[in-house]
Every structure is written in structure tokens, then in C-alpha cells.
């Protein structure tokens, strides 16, 4: 090959991706430093070589068979490949491989060009696997949802469906007997009727507060966290030991609502997940930072066997909390309990004038 090397070897390095010169028997002529780098080689025990002799058997075996496949063809091949570095991590490579004519025409050997594209390969993994986390989390919210309104349904066709039916043929029993017909009878009925209309607006009351608290929004976070502990207390007998904030402060309703469902979940996952029988809620407002912790001393996370549905209700906490601004941390091994910490930014008092 008529080839000025010093002008290659000019060229080539200045090229910060691994750059070759081979012959058509797939010798290297010429390579440049990143090239060298990457094999941990001298340029002494490559040129002149073939891939078989400068790299392991495996991978010179293949890059003789792609060298063969452009010299026959005379056309490039573009393609990504991956092996092995010198510290046993897995790099992936955009590698180009072009023939080389000489003045007649024919192949007289080939250039080729690999560039290492591992973080860019890594991105796109994460990428992919963090859309394929978010259509999972989309669909478990959408179950959540469904599951929501299927108890809903259910709480207001048996408790307040049956209630106003009740109340309805109470009315029509007094519009049929007057009191005057019997005072005693009647009186008796005007009780029952009162007290289904108290039970209705305790139900009324109760499906609303676990559709959103009101105190959340009259007494503040720290109150409704404490109604909300009181409330696991009483159904699941979990014990739940608080350190809020002693002076209420108001954090806006989209922080406040943010807080309140991650504490919600993380106790419902120390409950039904962990199986935990006592969990330590500490909330702590400093320097326009608000900071939450959950700890229990339930069975823990195991990553291989933790349900689906509790990864994703972690994943949801996680997302909360990033839409608020903060950022939201899992510290959990089999056996060993959960702790679930988050950082919520927050406006700080209003100064009185």
C-alpha cells in the first residue's frame, strides 16, 4: 500500500476513538494511541499482526470474520459490539469498519473507526427501564384507583343506601299516621329516623375523611398525621410513636398532601407488607427544609422476592416526592425493617406586618 504513515499516524491520532489501518489479511499497519489504550498493548506487538494475536481468541476470531465480510463485499459495515475491559466491566462500541481501494479499483485493505458508547448504552437502559417503571406505576395507580372507587361504591349502596332507604319509609310511615293516630308510636319512630340520619352523616363523615382529612386542611400536617396513627392504631394495632412539630404550622396544601400520602403509604406497607408491629414517625421543619422519617421493625425489603405491589408503592412515595421538589430515600435489608426518609423543600412563615 502506498501510504504516507507519518500523515496517517497524524491523522489517526487526533482521532480520540480507537482508529486502525489494516492490510487484506487483516494485519494492522497502522493504530493510533486510543487503539493501543484499549487492547494494553505497545504499538510494536500489534503492527503487523492480526485481531487473533493482538486480542483475546474469542474476539479476534470476530473481528477476522467481519474484516473477511467488508474485503469480499467491498462495502462498509457499521454495527455495535460489546466485550469485556481490562477491569471485567461489559463496554459496548459503535465500531465502522470501510474498505480501502487502491488505483485499480480493488480492496487493498480496510480503516475502521470504534468508539466506546458504554454511557450512552447505560442512559438508554436506564431510560427504557425507567418508562417501563412509570407504565407500571401509571397501571397500579389506575388499579389503585379502581380499587378506590369500587370501596366507595360499595360503602355508599350498603351504609348510605340502605340508611336513606330506611329514612324513606320512615317518612312515609309518620305521612301515613299522623301523631295524633298514636302519640307513643309515633314519637318512637321520629327516634329511630334521627338516629339513622346521625349514622348517615357519621358515614358521610368517615368516607370523606379517608378521601381527604378535613383536619388537613383545618388543624394542619402534624394533626392529621396523628389522626392518621391513631386510625392504624385502632384497625391494624399498629403502634405508631410520633415527634411532630409542636407548633402548627401551615406548609401549603400541595406539601401538606404530598407528606400526608407518603406517610400514608409507608404505613400501610409497614402494615401489610412488613408485617410491622411498631413504627417511629419523626417530622422536623429546618432551614426551609422539611424532613420526614418512617422507621419499623417489620420483616424488611428482600429485593429478590419484594411484591410488585410494594415496589410500586415505593416508586409512587418516590415519585411524590420529586414532583414536590425533594427527594425520597429506602433503607431496608430482609429482616431488618424498613426506613423511609424524605426532604420536602418548603416556603418559609409568613412574617406577620
Avoid at 470474520?65 to 471485567?88: C, F, K, L, P
Avoid at 479499483?105 to 436506564?126: A, P
Amino acid at each position: 500500500m502506498n501510504i504516507d504513515e507519518g500523515l496517517q499516524r497524524t491523522i489517526l491520532n487526533n482521532i480520540p476513538d480507537q482508529a486502525w489501518l489494516k492490510d487484506r489479511h487483516s494485519r494492522y499497519i497502522l493504530v493510533n494511541d486510543a487503539f493501543m489504550a484499549a487492547c494494553g498493548r505497545p504499538e510494536h506487538e500489534i503492527l503487523g499482526r492480526t485481531p487473533d494475536q493482538v486480542w483475546s481468541t474469542e474476539w479476534g476470531k470476530v473481528y477476522l470474520r467481519t474484516d473477511e465480510a467488508v474485503v469480499s463485499s467491498g462495502v462498509q459495515s457499521h454495527y455495535e459490539e460489546s466485550r469485556r475491559g481490562a477491569d471485567g466491566t461489559l463496554r459496548w462500541f459503535d465500531t465502522i469498519k470501510t474498505p480501502i481501494r487502491g488505483a485499480d479499483g480493488t480492496v487493498v485493505g480496510t480503516v475502521g473507526i470504534s468508539r466506546d458508547i458504554s454511557d450512552r448504552r447505560r442512559v438508554q437502559e436506564e431510560l427504557l427501564a425507567s418508562r417501563a417503571q412509570l407504565r407500571e406505576l401509571s397501571a397500579y395507580l389506575q388499579s389503585v384507583r379502581e380499587a378506590e372507587r369500587t370501596r366507595i361504591s360499595r360503602e355508599l349502596h350498603d351504609e348510605l343506601g340502605q340508611s336513606l332507604t330506611a329514612l324513606r319509609l320512615g317518612l312515609n310511615f309518620l305521612e301515613m299516621h299522623p301523631p295524633t293516630a298514636s302519640e307513643t308510636t309515633w314519637r318512637e319512630h321520629v327516634r329511630r329516623l334521627k338516629d339513622i340520619a346521625d349514622s348517615t352523616v357519621d358515614a358521610v363523615q368517615r368516607i370523606a375523611a379517608d378521601l381527604r382529612p378535613p383536619m388537613l386542611d383545618e388543624l394542619g400536617l402534624a394533626a392529621a398525621i396523628e389522626w392518621l396513627a391513631e386510625s392504624f392504631a385502632e384497625r391494624s394495632g399498629l403502634q405508631c410513636k410520633l415527634q411532630l412539630p409542636a407548633r402548627s404550622r401551615d406548609f401549603g396544601a400541595e406539601v401538606s398532601t404530598g407528606v400526608f400520602r407518603i406517610v400514608q403509604e409507608a404505613l400501610t406497607n409497614a402494615c401489610r407488607h412488613g408485617h410491622a408491629t411498631e413504627v417511629q414517625v419523626t417530622l422536623a421543619e429546618s432551614a426551609g427544609l422539611l424532613t420526614l422519617a418512617i422507621t419499623d421493625n417489620g420483616c424488611g425489603i428482600d429485593a429478590r422476592e419484594g411484591s410488585r405491589r410494594r415496589s410500586l408503592g415505593l416508586l409512587g412515595m418516590r415519585e411524590r416526592a420529586l414532583m414536590l421538589g425533594g427527594r425520597l430515600t429506602v433503607f431496608s435489608e430482609a429482616g431488618s425493617g424498613t426506613r423511609v426518609e424524605a426532604e420536602i423543600p418548603v416556603a418559609g412563615d409568613d412574617k406577620e406586618d
